[in-house]
């Protein structure tokens, strides 16, 4: 999984509890993301960070929070969670210079709020 | 933003045979087109990629072709194995800003022994 780590690997929360997912990457890429995968959907992008405090959002960031204070840590909160908020998280790294823009994913986090 | 669209949604084969599945994408301006196998439980690996000045590329059983006027780009796996079995993720990304994928709905290939 290219030096990539995500924490927990699994969550049961219930509605209204915050939840803070971990990725961790231990091969210096610029470029991190969060994406949720779900039935039906494929893997839709949240979140994506192309520095150290440098984040912006992608499709689907309505609930979602994101935080990147090292290069090699991306945390994606939920304030509060919600049932349609149930999904397997995945994070992705990707070098972000010119050529080499593959995303490389991590193990993924499978989040359940009751 | 950009749709990407794919087919079939489950495809079933015999060892041996050939697989092939198909993506369309809606903006002209993407221009990376990756493919990624997902087994049950971990997380999408590429196993191929293809960039709009190349037309077609190979790396032993996988081949990927790229049809840029037509917007839709294939992934051909010959000499199918049972480790084969997985679902498929096409993807297009348009190369602008941090390089955002755009993924299809993935196709579940089962290799029947």
């Known amino acids: 999984d290219a030096g990539i780590t995500q924490s927990p690997r699994h969550k049961v929360t219930e509605t209204g509890t915050p939840v803070t997912l971990r990725c961790h990457q231990t091969e210096n890429h610029r470029y991190m993301y969060w994406y949720r995968q779900d039935p039906g959907h494929g ?42 908020q149930t999904s397997v998280y995945f994070c992705a790294i990707s070098p972000g210079l010119a050529g080499t823009d593959t995303q490389y994913f991590g193990p993924g986090t499978r989040l359940t709020v009751l | 933003g950009e749709n990407v669209e794919q087919h079939p949604s489950t495809l079933s084969v015999q060892e041996g045979d050939s697989a092939v599945i198909k993506c369309t994408y ?19 690996q590429l196993i191929i990629d293809i960039r709009s000045n190349v037309g ?10 790229l049809n840029k006027t037509a917007k839709h780009f294939s992934l051909h796996i010959t000499e199918t194995q049972p480790e084969d079995s997985a679902v498929y993720f096409c993807a297009a990304s348009p190369q602008t800003g941090a390089n955002n994928l755009f993924f299809g709905t993935g196709t579940r290939l089962t290799v029947i022994p």
Request: glycine share 8%.
């Open chain 1, 43 to 84: 893997l839709r992008l949240i979140h994506y960070s192309y520095g150290v405090k440098d984040t912006d959002k992608g499709e689907v960031s309505d609930g979602y929070s994101v935080s990147r204070s090292k290069t090699e840590d991306f945390l994606l909160t939920l304030e509060s969670a919600t049932s349609s």
């Open chain 2, 26 to 44: 809606s903006d002209s301006a993407s221009n990376y087109f990756p493919w990624y196998k997902q087994e049950l439980g971990k997380g999408p």
């Open chain 2, 56 to 65: 077609e590329k190979k790396d032993q059983r996988i081949a990927v072709t």
